[in-house]
């Protein structure tokens, strides 16, 4: 994660829906998501292109890029925010509704995790009712497999209307078969008749009433049932968003805005305000997600074993959770340590070895005692001990954090901790930042997005800097293995130094 | 520390009467069907989000060391409330 010209300055504010196409034949293919179900992995097996691989969630940051050919054709895929919903109440949110709606895609691939496959269905029916081209794709079959839960792919695709394709993507299966019936939709070949959701008869009424007004507007620019009912729904960000898109101000215009008059009237007849309509649509998202995966999907025992429940409680047990979570940071950070040391040695004896023949190489060159100094024994050397004695516990820390992630026991430590950080108005989440602050705190505040709440995210960000970072607890430890003389201080490293320098 | 019946709801909604069942007083292993959300704003929000809507089963998993949050089995997902917002919604046996 480095300080790039493209993640600093100017360059890291998000370029929003800016896709830059080489040849106009190139498709332009959109990957959305719930958080956690390897949508960067098919990203990354498709495009080749590595970037950062989710080590811990939310780390997506703007629309990530890559290009990809499949049977001689070219596509951009556009890896978007990990959201739960469409509906814009996070920043996440917003960035993955504009880049669907206004974006222009060829086709929305929505990616789901075949083990939890009703939570998905959720922003799969709300992209089917803004684009009509999706194709769903149901990602970790292997592990639903393994945990018994049967998907029936075809029932699936029969009740969505729409191309389903099941992959498991860290294998690299079903990708091709993903591409192939992304090449058939974006080429029309296949057609989406995507299965849309009724609200209840009033709500349909108030649409029916609006949506020929705003037809006639937009032409087939956006799907006119989808802009009816967010015209009932007033969202201020969606507003902006839209009469730019559009360039003109829909809610300005005199029919429609007459017609929206009439039919929130008509739904406040029927006692729905604006808030209940809110509720309406999202209850009759979730229940149609249900109605579709209710003759689709087969849990052998439920994706909530018996297995899962009896480790949980030893992980959250009111006696052994804290002090398990304890034994498990202590651990990480003694393999780290430990392991450190030797990679930490042999860095320092190479680089300064290097530095040696550096400052021969200056003395044979005739060069001034002050820049030898400034040069070998100023940048240099800084240089050589900042890579030795970072670097190999980054190495070991990060993957170790990586495997805990995998095994899901992160957000077991946020649940335990959760009432302790709320005394302090933060959250459990805020654990695992810190956590990862123990690594690098540029690591931990990035994680830092994690956190939902503004407020908690911003003591989170700044809190994080006062972890001490492996770089500084490391040193100190060094020195007492060595057997040398020992000083714990936070500065290890610069007082470090100076003894170094003391020896030559 | 369970919250007493009579509590003001912090965030707004109205007060549950007494006799109000709400989510927060289902013990361990209970089983609980959702009646109606009391929260309001970017909470009821995110409820109805991870399924909450009328109707929904929910069975009460763990509580954490300290005794809040208190993990559900919410729609297959595991999800964990802090009481704050679990004593919004109000809830029946089943």
């Known amino acids: ?349 190479g680089l300064f070895w290097v530095g040696d023949r550096l400052s021969d190489f200056l003395g044979w060159a005739g060069a001034p005692a002050w820049l030898q100094g400034a040069l070998v024994d100023g940048v240099y050397r800084v240089l050589a001990w900042v890579v030795a004695v970072m670097l190999p516990p980054m190495a070991i820390f990060f993957p170790l954090f990586t495997l805990l992630e995998d095994s899901g026991y992160l957000p077991r430590i946020a649940f335990n901790l959760d009432k302790y950080f709320k005394k302090a108005c933060a959250c459990g989440k805020h654990a695992l930042t810190m956590c990862m602050g123990f690594g690098c705190n540029a690591a931990g505040i990035v994680g830092c997005r994690i956190i939902d709440s503004p407020r908690e995210r911003l003591i989170a960000t700044i809190t994080n800097n006062f972890v001490p970072c492996n770089g500084r607890f490391a040193p100190p430890y060094k020195r007492q293995q060595n057997g040398r003389r020992i000083r714990l201080s936070p500065y290890g490293h610069v007082r470090g130094k100076s003894e170094n320098w003391r020896r030559h | 520390m369970r919250p007493s019946a009579k509590q003001p709801v912090p965030g707004g909604g109205f007060c549950p009467l007494p006799q109000e069942l709400t989510l927060d007083r289902i013990h361990q292993g209970e089983m609980a069907r959702v009646r109606a959300l009391n929260s309001t704003g970017s909470m009821r929000r995110r409820l109805l989000d991870i399924g909450l809507v009328e109707g929904t089963n929910v069975e009460c998993l763990q509580r954490s060391p300290a005794g809040d949050p208190v993990a559900y089995l919410i729609r297959g997902a595991v999800i964990a409330l802090r009481a704050e917002d679990s004593s919004n919604i109000l809830v029946e046996y089943c």
């Not at chain 1, 890029?65 to 920043?91: E, F, K, W």
């Not at chain 1, 209307?161 to 019936?181: I, Y």
């Open chain 1, 1 to 349: 994660m480095g300080l790039t010209a493209n993640s600093t300055g100017s360059g890291a504010v998000d370029r929003g829906l800016h896709i830059e196409k080489t040849s106009p034949d190139e498709r332009v293919i959109a990957l959305a998501g719930n958080p956690n179900v390897g949508k960067s992995t098919v990203f990354n097996e498709l495009t080749g292109l590595n970037q950062h691989t989710g080590n811990w969630p939310g780390k997506t940051v703007t629309n990530a890029q890559g290009r990809c050919t499949h049977n001689r054709i070219p596509y951009i895929l556009v890896d978007i925010p990990g959201t739960y919903s469409l509906m814009a109440h996070s920043a996440e949110e917003e960035v993955a509704r504009d880049f669907i709606c206004f974006g222009e895609p060829d086709a929305v691939v929505v990616v789901c995790d075949a083990t939890c496959l009703e939570r998905n269905m959720n922003l799969v029916l709300q992209t089917m009712e803004i684009t009509s081209r999706v194709v769903v794709c149901v990602n970790l079959m292997d592990e639903a497999k393994r945990k018994g839960i049967r998907v029936n792919l075809e029932q699936l695709s029969d009740n969505l209307g729409v191309p389903v394709v099941g992959a498991s993507a860290r294998s690299g299966k079903g990708l091709q078969e993903l591409m192939d019936e992304v090449e058939a939709v974006t080429a029309g070949r296949r057609e989406c008749r995507p299965s849309r959701i009724r609200y209840l008869p009033v709500v349909e009424e108030a649409i029916r009433r609006l949506e020929p007004a705003v037809s006639a507007r937009l032409g087939d620019r956006l799907n006119s049932r989808w802009v009816s009912l967010q015209l009932l729904d007033c969202e201020e960000t969606l507003k902006e968003t839209m009469t730019e898109y559009l360039g003109l101000s829909l809610w300005n215009d005199p029919v429609i805005a007459e017609k929206i008059k009439q039919a929130k009237t008509s739904l406040l007849e029927h006692d729905i305000s604006e808030d209940r309509l809110k509720d309406i649509v999202v209850s009759c998202v979730i229940l149609r997600a249900e109605e579709v995966c209710m003759d689709a999907v087969a849990c052998g025992q439920g994706g909530y074993s018996r297995w899962d429940r009896k480790i949980d409680r030893v992980l959250t047990n009111k006696w052994v959770g804290i002090p398990l979570m304890l034994l498990l940071l202590v651990v990480v950070f003694w393999i780290t340590i430990t392991g450190a040391n030797y990679p930490s040695e042999l860095l320092t004896g």
